[in-house]
């Protein structure tokens, strides 16, 4: 079993940044891809980020795009997500995945190990 577990959340104004962490505790996840997704009150859970195994072929939610940037370290079993020119739009809670398949992916059901998420509010 992978245990994740998010960090950096917190309260921030418009235009502000955040840098999230997600620590994992196996070295599996380090030759599968990881995401985040996010969920923000009243609507579904939605994916915000991906990266292949070996750091290559990041994708992103289109509203993301420009401002957030996912990256990882595979010797610490490590991802990151940093978050610049936040908005109020961006309140949710941040979701740490690990995938099942190696390369990048935009589904929620490609990814077998969800963390418990980290709330970030963006006021405006």
């Known amino acids: 079993q992978v245990q994740l577990v998010e960090s950096g959340g917190g309260l921030v104004q418009a235009g502000g940044s955040l840098r999230l962490s997600c620590t994992t505790t196996k070295r599996t996840s380090s030759n599968n891809a990881m995401g985040w997704f996010r969920q923000a009150p009243g609507k579904e859970r939605e994916f915000v980020a991906s990266?292949?195994?070996?750091?290559?072929?990041?994708l992103y939610l289109d509203s993301v795009k420009g401002r957030f940037t996912i990256s990882r370290d595979r010797a610490k079993n490590m991802a990151y997500l940093q978050m610049n020119s936040l908005k109020p739009e961006d309140t949710a809670v941040y979701y740490c995945a690990v995938s099942r398949l190696a390369v990048s992916s935009t589904t929620s059901n490609s990814y077998q190990y969800w963390g418990q998420g980290t709330q970030v509010t963006v006021s405006s």
């Open positions: 990266i292949s195994w070996n750091g290559d072929r990041p």
